[in-house]
């Protein structure tokens, strides 16, 4: 793995909680030929943005991930979310940036990475960088596992939701105003994720479940990104098909 990293000072962690909630084994759930983890893996390492490790709490994922020959690490299972497996991860490493790349988005852009990476380098008021794309699909749009934000004019995070926002009012003279969904992973500074984890689940991340409304809820800025838009990521049993028919859209 040596040969791939090309900064020091950035490391990625894939938290790979084998025992989701709402997809249990998900992260080892067969994708054209090979798990979801393994093309979360793939897209880490061909961005080259420093040390990628995989995190779990699992053996079977430990086990998989070392097959693939990807650094793996074990992690408790009492992490409550996967920036506490990423920080305890990341831990005894020293790196500035820590990205938390979730291991359910198999459809990743290198570029993706790169891009929210530098624009959080370029956005010294900001804690974390993340980024998003345009939503056009309303069923998307209206779809409560796809996350939706607000943001200013300067590409700084005002909220996050799992319903549509900002809402369109009839009335408005902004007609064609869109959406933008939110590409699931963070990256922080060192000093954002060590406070970030000491930091209580705050009300509205806990009636959205979105850890990322912690941050903004304490005063962490989020810089983002504005990239083309991903495929699908993989909450529910259901979407594995929506990345198969994905898939062979972007293969035809």
Partial sequence: MAKTRINDEVLVVIPARYGSQRFPGKVLAPLAG????????????????GRVIIATEHGKVLDFA????????????????????????SRGIKARYVVNFQG????????????A????????????????SRLRDRKDIE???????AMNA??????????PIPFHHPLSDLK????????????????ALERFVKLKPSPLERLERLEQ????????????????????????????????????KRTA
């Fill in 104 to 115: 359910d988005e198999p459809f990743m852009l290198p570029s993706t990475l790169v891009k």
């Fill in 143 to 149: 779809n409560p596992n796809c996350v939706k934000l």
């Fill in 176 to 191: 064609d105003y869109p959406y933008y969904k939110h590409c699931g992973f963070y990256i922080y500074r060192r000093e």
């Fill in 34 to 49: 090979k798990p979801v983890l393994q093309w979360c893996w793939e897209a880490a390492v061909r961005a080259r943005l």
């Fill in 66 to 89: 070392r097959s693939i020959g990807a650094e793996a690490v074990m992690t408790s299972p009492r992490c409550q979310s996967g920036t506490d497996r990423v920080y305890e991860a």
């Fill in 117 to 132: 990476f530098r624009k959080l380098k370029a956005s010294p008021a900001c804690a974390i960088g993340t980024a998003c």
């Fill in 154 to 163: 300067a590409g700084r995070a005002l909220y996050f939701s799992r319903c």
């Fill in 213 to 248: 409304l912690r941050a903004l809820e304490n005063g962490m800025r989020i810089a983002v990104a504005e990239v083309p838009a991903l495929g699908p990521a993989i909450d529910v049993p259901e979407d594995l098909g929506t990345a198969a028919v994905f898939l062979r």
